[in-house]
């Protein structure tokens, strides 16, 4: 089983719609997660870090299932500029590294 | 300007030969990493270095070999290039040695072709 593992998409919607992705990871003991961004031949960037309670940035929300070992984004009203690739990431089995997932392609389309 | 930066951008070099990546970070950051980034997207990591020294060495070749004269700089060098090398080589840094409690800056990439 992959340490982090994410539906690979791509999720085409239209503008102003709303889009959530889901990604599992395998290590129970992970303390860190987080969710970043790459544009297509770009480099990675942070997005937000999801926090235990759940957490929200704009038209973002992380949440964390502990219980289920997984964590959500939500893209409320999509717009154009969203479309990129959206890669997990959690603290990996020796917790001192971190440990990406191959990433959802978000296609917006209008 | 830029926080973390690499040279060169692309890179197209024939099989067996020797090749080096070089990075820079004007952040201030205390730790920096290379990670691989193969054609199905994966974006793995190679090493990591805190203020100059080696801490994490995953199961890389050895081959490639990174060096840090100091702590804004970590180079990596990679000898008997092979065809499986090609892919985006990205550099990056984080003011936390683990990486966990802060952000990870990347650098722009590397994109490596070996024919």
């Known amino acids: 089983r992959k340490e982090v593992e994410q539906d690979p998409g791509p999720f085409n919607v239209p503008e102003g719609a709303t889009v959530a992705f889901n990604c599992t990871y395998s290590n129970s003991a992970s303390q860190s997660f987080f969710w970043y961004r790459q544009d297509c031949r770009k480099e990675p960037k942070l997005l937000m870090s999801v926090y235990s309670s759940g957490n929200e940035d704009g038209r973002f929300t992380a949440q964390l299932n502990r219980a289920s070992q997984y964590i959500s984004l939500l893209i409320r009203d999509s717009k154009l500029s969203d479309s990129a690739t959206y890669l997990c990431v959690v603290n990996g089995e020796y917790g001192n590294k971190l440990v990406f997932g191959a990433g959802t392609i978000l296609r917006v389309k209008s | 300007d830029t926080a973390v930066s690499q040279t060169p951008k692309y890179l197209v070099t024939q099989m067996g030969n020797d090749k080096s990546i070089k990075c820079e970070q004007n952040l201030g950051h205390d730790t920096m990493y290379w990670y691989k980034q193969d054609s199905k997207k994966f974006l793995k990591i190679m090493f990591s270095?805190?203020?100059?020294?080696?801490?994490i060495n995953e199961t890389v070749p050895n081959r490639f070999s990174p060096k840090s004269p100091d702590k804004a700089h970590l180079n990596l060098h990679i000898n008997s290039l092979e065809l499986g090398d090609s892919a985006v080589y990205f550099c990056?840094?984080?003011?936390?040695?683990?990486?966990?409690?802060?952000?990870?800056?990347f650098g722009p990439g590397t994109r490596l072709l070996v024919l």
């Open positions: 270095y805190n203020n100059k020294e080696l801490i």
């Open positions: 990056a840094s984080s003011q936390d040695p683990t990486g966990l409690g802060n952000t990870q800056y």
